[in-house]
């Protein structure tokens, strides 16, 4: 356990961001799948690339990684320049892909320790760094299983332990939980949340599901290539607008009234309720029963989701940009495989 404790010490002491990026872009032929993008992730931070399939999200994780080299622009990770030290930022990298990489005919054990040997971690704390992992991600009791009598959602959260066997400072995660029931996607991000805190790894991901992004830290929408919107995810849903509410009374008209003349807000009846929007919504409510003067029956909130975000920037929802991005993958697979 030397290095892993080296290794977390090591952590407290830089000041630089875990991932740093300036210009960075990736073509294949005429196909520009990343183009130009700048942005830093700090240490700690779960950062997250939501983006429809397409969008070069990938195509970022693999120059990231030192599995794709950049066309241009610069790019650093754990300190480490990814094209001049490539070795240096793989020994401080966890990677899970999007597609499956596990051994189904081995056990989990002898999947991390296949894992322990490439990465050279200490022989003489492996088997307490195996069991730490394992615990985790809640494996410790199927340590002995071959590993196509799993789940998908059990191989999964073996990928996860897996990545962090060698104590990684960034930790990157290709969408974690692609083609997973929602149960298992939940179980899943309550694993990646207890391994920010236990582990102090810095934490990379990709989706497209909105609803995992709002468990990140700061969130950048990548849409054609382009990094078009950076920010936590509460200050990018407050940059579309405020948050609407909608009320039943006994008397609408005089509520639009009192709206007006006691809180300065214009309403409408919209969907056959008192309509109208406010910032912070849910912390309006209480003066809104305290000062309307017209009785209340009925109230609802409904704030920005990240699915008006994505809107707001890209003119599109996320599904529709999925739709169009079929044949442009196409090219992309077929240009990947032909140029190296």
Excluded at 91 to 116: C, K, M, S, W
């Amino acid at each position: 356990m030397t290095q892993t404790v080296a290794q977390r010490a090591a952590r407290t002491t830089i000041r630089e961001p875990a991932v740093w990026t300036r210009g960075l872009t990736k073509n294949y032929g005429e196909v520009q799948a990343v183009r130009g993008i700048d942005f830093e992730v700090a240490a700690g931070e779960v950062f997250g690339f939501l983006g429809p399939n397409g969008a070069g999200k990938t195509t970022t994780i693999s120059m990231l990684c030192t599995l794709a080299l950049p066309t241009s622009g610069e790019a650093r990770v754990a300190g480490y320049d990814v094209v001049s030290a490539r070795d240096d930022v793989r020994r401080n990298i966890g990677l899970v892909f999007q597609d499956p990489t596990l051994d189904g005919y081995l056990t989990a054990e002898e999947n991390l320790r296949f894992h322990a040997d490439l990465y050279g971690v200490p022989r003489a704390g492996l088997r307490e760094r195996m069991r730490e992992v394992l615990e985790m991600v809640g494996l410790w009791d199927r340590r002995e299983s071959i590993v196509n009598t799993y789940s998908g959602g059990m191989r999964r959260r073996l990928e996860i332990g897996r990545g962090l066997l060698h104590s990684p400072r960034v930790l990157f995660l290709d969408e974690p939980t692609i083609g997973l029931d929602p149960q298992t996607r939940s179980s899943i991000w309550t694993y990646i949340q207890e391994l920010k805190s236990r582990e102090e790894t810095t934490i990379f991901l990709t989706t497209h599901y909105m609803d995992e992004a709002e468990y990140c830290d700061r969130i950048a929408i990548m849409d054609q290539g382009r990094i078009v919107a950076l920010d936590t995810p509460e200050a990018l849903k407050a940059s579309v607008g405020r948050d609407r509410v909608q009320i039943k009374t006994e008397d609408d008209e005089a509520a639009i009234a009192a709206l007006k003349e006691r809180l300065d807000i214009d309403a409408v009846i919209a969907e056959g309720e008192v309509t109208f929007s406010v910032a912070e919504g849910e912390q309006f409510v209480p003066r809104l029963f305290g000062e309307l003067g017209v009785p209340i029956t009925g109230v609802s909130v409904a704030r920005p989701s990240l699915d008006d975000v994505f809107m707001s920037y890209t003119g599109t929802t996320i599904r529709d940009a999925e739709a169009t991005t079929t044949d442009h993958q196409r090219v992309m697979r077929s240009m990947m495989t032909g140029r190296r």
